[in-house]
C-alpha cells in the first residue's frame, strides 16, 4: 500500500514539475511578445516633444 502511494506520489511530483517548466516557458513567450508590442506601438505612434499621450491633434 504504501509503495503505491509512494508511486503515485513521485507521478504527481514530475506532472507538476512538468507543468512549472511549461508555464515558465509561456510566461518567457508572453513577456517577449508584450515587449514586440509596445516597440511596434512605438514606432507605430511615436511620442512628440511637448504633447501629452493624450492629443489627438
Same mark, same amino acid.
Given at each position: 500500500?504504501?509503495?503505491? !502511494?509512494?508511486?503515485?506520489?513521485?507521478? &504527481? +511530483? #514530475?506532472?507538476?514539475?512538468?507543468?512549472?517548466?511549461? !508555464?515558465?516557458?509561456?510566461?518567457?513567450? &508572453? +513577456? #517577449?511578445?508584450?515587449?514586440?508590442?509596445?516597440?511596434?506601438?512605438?514606432?507605430?505612434?511615436?511620442?512628440?516633444?511637448?504633447?501629452?499621450?493624450?492629443?489627438?491633434?
Amino acid at each position: 500500500m504504501i509503495a503505491k !502511494v509512494l508511486a503515485y506520489q513521485e507521478r &504527481i +511530483h #514530475k506532472s507538476i514539475k512538468s507543468l512549472t517548466e511549461v !508555464v515558465g516557458s509561456h510566461t518567457a513567450s &508572453i +513577456h #517577449k511578445l508584450e515587449s514586440q508590442m509596445r516597440d511596434i506601438s512605438r514606432e507605430q505612434y511615436p511620442n512628440k516633444r511637448g504633447t501629452l499621450p493624450s492629443d489627438t491633434i
